[in-house]
């Protein structure tokens, strides 16, 4: 069974401040997603990964594959109040549609 | 449609009552997925669906929850004698064929369903 840990599981910072969170796998993934929900509503996609040390920027997002494609991370340089949410990574392997997701972080950002 | 669209969006039932939730997916996306989230926590994976046949029913938690998908488009879950366990935001989403950016599934609203 393939799993996704992600860390850390809750996380509370003020503005301004720089901030990782790590999805981890014992398992090879082909693609690798990661996303961000709000309240009330399903989350959204952000960035899909999909080459082993592949990294993608979006604004002040920063996120990486690892090498061996077991592993990613999402950085946030310099966090907003409205970056704060849950967020959640998702692996799926070529041939198959489906998304094994983790086990989420929930992040929020302080005025 | 322009998105994923689930209905109703919030469903209050009681114990031993039987529901059914419904999902229309984006139009032409042939892989439609449900999950079941509850409160704060990530996503459980409950079934995807390949056109209409559902190669992967292997989160499904119990007989009671079964699901159809018909015509390639609508899918409705449907939960038989609920118990309060099954209190939770139903979640479902689709996505098309596979491409070089990888696989990207776009989700509805979800679904919350209370069991009292």
């Known amino acids: 069974t393939q799993l996704l840990e992600q860390s850390p599981q809750f996380l509370s910072i003020q503005e301004g401040e720089n901030l990782t969170v790590y999805c981890n796998s014992s398992s090879v993934f082909s693609s690798l997603q990661w996303y961000r929900q709000e309240p009330g509503e399903g989350p959204v996609l952000l960035v899909t990964v999909v080459t082993g040390g592949e990294v993608k920027k979006l604004k002040r997002l920063t996120f990486q594959f690892g090498d061996a494609r077991k592993d990613s991370s999402l950085h946030i340089t310099a966090a907003q109040p409205g970056d704060t949410g849950l967020y959640l990574c998702a692996g799926s392997n070529s041939g198959t549609y489906k998304y094994i997701f983790g086990t989420g972080t929930r992040l929020k950002v302080l005025a | 449609g322009a998105g994923v669209s689930q209905s109703p969006s919030n469903k209050v039932t009681e114990k031993g009552k039987d529901v059914e939730l419904r999902c229309d997916p984006i139009s032409g996306h042939t892989a439609l997925y449900w999950y079941r989230q509850s409160l704060g926590q990530g996503l459980e994976f409950l079934i995807y669906?390949?056109?209409?046949?559902?190669?992967?029913k292997s989160g499904l938690p119990s007989d009671r929850f079964s699901a159809e998908r018909t015509g390639g488009s609508v899918s409705t879950l449907t939960i038989q004698r609920t118990q309060q366990e099954d209190s939770a935001v139903y979640l479902c989403a689709s996505s098309g064929r596979q491409g070089v950016n990888g696989t990207e599934a776009f989700f509805g609203q979800g679904t919350r369903l209370t069991v009292v």
């Open positions: 669906f390949q056109g209409n046949s559902a190669p992967d």
